[in-house]
């Protein structure tokens, strides 16, 4: 043979060799499941989606990838539709940790989308991040007891803080009120652990109140909840309500000629779009404002603050911003803040980081105490309509609670 020919065919051989070394040493890939409710009466909740997603992720990918160790990895992304129920948000998390093998994963949105993910991930020892559920529907389970958490770790306002700053919002209320109280406690994760904390603090206080027990989700009619309110006097009503059922409730209620002085609504409230479609109906109401540009803080991978996202999104999308916002591009925040300070996607290695987060977000800092859980600030909403926009804006009215969240207007009573 040929020394030439021979030598050629070594070096060929020899870079066939030692390629597929450098294209796997090159190829690092981070796989991140999504789990969001997209359809069902909780879509509102995944509204952002996929803008935040790309908006996170393509300047990382553009920029050659997220620095960890000496590799620079390429994210990939996938959203899963709960669809807004504890079974879909199960099928959906099964089929992410199972069929697709994500690295981690993420999900956001009431108890119905993020606690059967979390159950998956421990069962299946993949590290999750969830958010945009109250600490406590997210921590206890149906024996009333608090779970260990090996694998999750989850961010979002506790139920003490929200029971705190209702209180104080009533309180806050000009004029005061008479102390007849109503409830709107649904039958599912939310309205079950909400009536429990919130019932004997309201009582503590001295007020009466009106409870028409705990209905399904879905209710065509309120028309006996809504006599009962009248008859009572009732003048606060507080409740936590899907947005479907808000609008129903609060339709019917204008249409009878119940006004009272207070609506403290969350759930349902934090969204504008569903606000936007019931007119006057929604003006004045409140509720638990859990992110809005009024909140402290810096994204670590991107350098914005809260205003700044929101600009961004409004100005893309051409729609108003959803609370959701804020939590999922925190949550991005900090799991690749863990994967960095890991220095790898070792998963044991990502959960030891995640344990020591003390990360500077848009939500606020997030610091997962023992039980893997980090209690973030919050603050009273109230949407008003803006006569310059033709559309309804919420503003920050209370802030006892937690004064970092800046107040942005005064309280007014409900229909004034």
């Not at 997603?53 to 620095?67: E, F, M, Q, T, Y």
């Not at 009572?232 to 609060?250: H, T």
Request: charged share 20%; glycine share 10%; aromatic share 10%.
């Amino acid at each position: 043979m040929n020394w030439t020919l021979k030598l050629a065919a070594m070096a060929v051989g020899g870079a066939c060799a030692i390629l597929p070394l450098a294209a796997l040493a090159q190829a690092c890939t981070i796989k991140i499941g999504r789990v969001v409710p997209v359809t069902g009466p909780l879509a509102d909740v995944g509204k952002d989606t996929p803008w935040v997603d790309d908006a996170k992720i393509n300047p990382i990918n553009k920029a050659g990838g997220l620095k960890v160790g000496n590799d620079s990895c390429k994210i990939e992304y996938k959203i899963y539709d709960s669809k807004s129920t504890v079974a879909g948000s199960a099928e959906a998390a099964t089929r992410a940790i199972l069929q697709d093998k994500v690295d981690f994963l993420m999900a956001q949105g009431t108890p119905d989308t993020t606690n059967a993910p979390a159950d998956l991930c421990e069962r299946n020892q993949v590290p999750c991040i969830t958010s945009n559920t109250p600490v406590e529907p997210w921590l206890f389970g149906p024996d009333g007891k608090p779970k260990t958490y090996k694998y999750t770790y989850h961010f979002f306002f506790s139920v003490p803080d929200l029971v705190a700053n209702h209180v104080g919002m009533i309180k806050s209320l000009p004029g005061g009120f008479n102390g007849s109280i109503g409830y709107l406690y649904p039958n599912d994760p939310d309205g079950t652990v909400f009536a429990q904390l919130f019932d004997p603090t309201f009582k503590k206080e001295g007020w009466k109140p009106t409870d028409p027990g705990r209905f399904q989700q879905g209710l065509p009619d309120f028309s006996s909840v809504i006599n009962q309110f009248k008859r009572n006097k009732v003048e606060v009503v507080a409740g936590v309500l899907a947005p479907p059922d808000m609008q129903n409730y609060l339709q019917q209620a204008a249409q009878a000629g119940f006004v009272p002085k207070m609506y403290i609504i969350d759930k349902g409230t934090g969204y504008p779009e569903p606000m936007n479609a019931l007119g006057k109906a929604g003006y004045g109401v409140l509720s638990v404002n859990f992110w809005s540009p009024a909140y402290p803080g810096k994204s670590k991978f991107g350098g914005y603050d809260g205003q700044g996202l929101v600009d961004a999104y409004e100005k893309q999308t051409g729609k108003q911003f959803i609370p959701p916002l804020g939590y999922d591009d925190a949550s991005y925040d900090v799991l690749f803040d863990a994967i960095q300070r890991a220095g790898t996607k070792d998963r044991a290695a990502v959960l030891k980081a995640l344990d020591a987060t003390a990360l500077d977000t848009v939500v606020g800092k997030v610091k997962f105490n023992a039980q893997h859980y980090s209690v973030q600030p919050l603050g009273g909403a109230q949407w008003r309509y803006d006569a310059a926009t033709k559309r309804l804006v919420k503003e920050n009215v209370y802030n006892a609670v937690y004064p970092e969240v800046k107040k942005t207007s005064e309280m007014k009573l409900y229909a004034q």
